[in-house]
């Protein structure tokens, strides 16, 4: 995987592999850090890699591990003395994805959320130290995709199911039979809101996450679809921060698809 982390002082450039996780100035021209993964002597029955990124807490950056450990490492404004400052132990299965609060929390919200191959969820509020503030059982589905906006955790499943929780009481609010097969990308506008969901069925839905003024029960609505033709969409994410435009890719598809405003 790869991301943008952006932290208030400097914007890094993160990788994960099967061999650790490397952090790259934001125009990729010098690298940062490096951090191996242990490799066990003996080999094991499940490949070891990294996955999953967030910038969390204004100068960490979360990386997910195959073993089910979040690596923390402490950013500093300037240079190359990344520090690893704090591990969370939690999950039993790998690591499948990590998501920050880009909203405005509500109190008592975690502003992190990890997720990972058994679909268990941990919300987390960050600090000097992580405090996990609750744990979201996991239902038989992996849980490939998290997003966290406003005080709302939306995951997408492998069965293509999309789920809505507050991220304060772990609540469920809403559940969606959002595609047919597997989800294999969730992105979230943050100005707007919109939801972005890829899958394997080929379809790229867009919804729209809000809070009801009356009862601040969430809701979600359906805003837009597409169907890219005989591609099992792996990759989706909006282009600007309204959710206007978004692009997209799929398996053994050398292009980057782009669909806005007609």
């Not at 992105?187 to 080929?202: F, H, Q, R, Y």
């Amino acid at each position: 995987q790869a991301a943008w982390c952006e932290l208030p002082a400097r914007v890094l450039l993160v990788l994960t592999s099967q061999r650790g996780v490397q952090m790259y100035e934001c125009d990729g021209s010098t690298m940062v850090f490096w951090h191996a993964l242990d490799v066990p002597e003996q080999p094991a029955a499940h490949s070891v890699f990294a996955r999953g990124i967030a910038a969390a807490g204004g100068r960490f950056v979360c990386v997910g591990t195959s073993f089910g450990a979040v690596l923390v490492f402490d950013i500093p404004p300037k240079g190359t003395n990344v520090t690893l400052s704090e591990v969370l132990e939690q999950h039993r299965d790998p690591i499948t994805d990590i998501a920050a609060e880009q909203g405005q929390a509500q109190d008592g919200a975690g502003d992190l959320v990890t997720a990972d191959d058994s679909g268990t969820l941990c919300l987390w509020s960050t600090g000097e130290e992580f405090t996990l503030l609750g744990k979201i059982p996991g239902s038989g589905s992996t849980c490939s995709s998290v997003t966290l906006w406003n005080g709302i955790v939306a995951a997408g499943y492998g069965n293509g199911q999309i789920r809505l929780w507050e991220a304060g009481s772990g609540q469920i609010r809403a559940q969606v039979s959002a595609h047919a097969r597997w989800i294999y990308a969730l992105d979230l506008a943050p100005l707007t809101g919109k939801l972005l969901s890829g899958a394997e069925d080929s379809f790229v839905h867009v919804w729209k996450l809000s809070r009801s003024q009356d009862t601040d029960d969430i809701e979600i609505q359906h805003c837009h679809a597409e169907c890219v033709t005989d591609t099992q969409v792996c990759g989706a994410r909006f282009c600007d921060p309204a959710g206007d435009t978004f692009a997209v890719t799929g398996y053994d598809l050398s292009e980057i698809l782009c669909y806005g405003p007609a």
